[in-house]
């Protein structure tokens, strides 16, 4: 399949999806824009979630069993982090680090976050654009009914049980898109939007000035995989978050999400679609390579559908 494709994307299921499109589609023909709302900075080094479950996903180093961090890892360094009594609730593993203090030595050269993570994804061998949102600091704070918490305070060590009233994107209102995601989005042949948590992971992404009016402005169609399966997260908080918010679980809250962009909506098998955008059909569950082929050729071949 020819053209150029942009996918918005973050957590493990958006990785799932964009690993679907990178075996599908021709050497350095997508673009990957990453949110980096989960962005922050633990014993002293600038950890990125998204972006690294992603490059290990696409370079088949993404740990298969935890679904999260590298795939053969050891714990030498957390284990010596407890005998100090330091804070394990969220777990580096020793070759996750190489990657954290890479980034943190880059990052205080004065290099920015998408020529850091540009020279990562090619030193692994990845013909694709790995691109953050920005390169300017936004933090993703939930407010809950145990007060405001961090992003990861909420989610790794608070496990998602504190109840969200709201969701804020510090920091977003004047940072700037990073180099070449308007470009990317504007020109793409279409873009996709991936089964990631729409308001924890996408969007952080729209928050950032710019975004927003380049998906409504692009060439291509703009189409959004749902990360509803039969009425449910496949992980994640999606639906509980949704709960919380006052919202139906349903794709049609989905498709109404992303309304003053969207073209089109692929859901679940028989689920239940919006009413309000076109709709394309498929089993959304990406349990292996092949899964996540199939619904990335849905998803290419829905946008072809849409451009006629």
């Not at 494709?5 to 589609?25: C, E, I, N, Q, S």
């Not at 998204?50 to 298969?64: A, E, P, R």
Request: aromatic share 6%.
């Amino acid at each position: 399949m020819s053209g150029r494709y942009t996918v918005l994307t973050g957590g493990v299921g958006g990785a799932k999806l964009v690993d679907g499109l990178y075996r599908l589609l021709p050497a350095n023909s997508l673009t990957a824009i990453v949110n980096a709302g989960d962005d922050f900075r633990h014993f002293g080094l600038p950890i990125s979630p998204d972006i690294d479950t992603l490059l290990y996903t696409l370079s088949g180093k993404s740990n298969q069993k935890l679904g999260w961090g590298r795939e053969g890892e050891t714990w030498s360094f957390m284990e010596a982090v407890r005998s100090l009594g330091g804070e394990d609730w969220f777990n580096l593993g020793d070759g996750d680090l190489a990657l954290h203090v890479m980034r943190g030595m880059a990052l205080d050269a004065g290099e920015t976050l998408s020529a850091v993570t540009a020279r990562f994804a090619a030193a692994w061998g990845l013909a694709l654009n790995v691109v953050p949102m920005t390169n300017d600091a936004v933090a993703t704070w939930v407010e809950s009914d145990e007060g405001p918490l961090p992003f990861q305070r909420y989610f790794v060590e608070r496990q998602c049980q504190p109840k969200v009233k709201s969701v804020s994107f510090v920091g977003a209102a004047t940072a700037r898109p990073a180099p070449g995601v308007i470009e990317a989005i504007r020109s793409a042949d279409a873009v996709l939007i991936a089964p990631s948590n729409p308001w924890l992971s996408v969007d952080p992404i729209l928050a950032v000035p710019g975004i927003r009016a380049a998906l409504a402005d692009c060439a291509g169609p703009v189409i959004a995989v749902s990360p509803l399966v039969d009425g449910k997260a496949v992980k994640g908080p999606t639906a509980k978050l949704m709960s919380e918010l006052g919202l139906a679980i349903s794709n049609d809250t989905i498709g109404g999400h992303y309304a003053d962009f969207l073209n089109g909506l692929i859901v679940h098998n028989d689920d239940p679609a919006s009413d309000s955008v076109a709709v394309a059909r498929t089993d959304t569950m990406m349990r292996n390579p092949t899964d996540r082929e199939r619904v990335a050729r849905a998803a290419l071949e829905f946008a072809k559908k849409l451009r006629k």
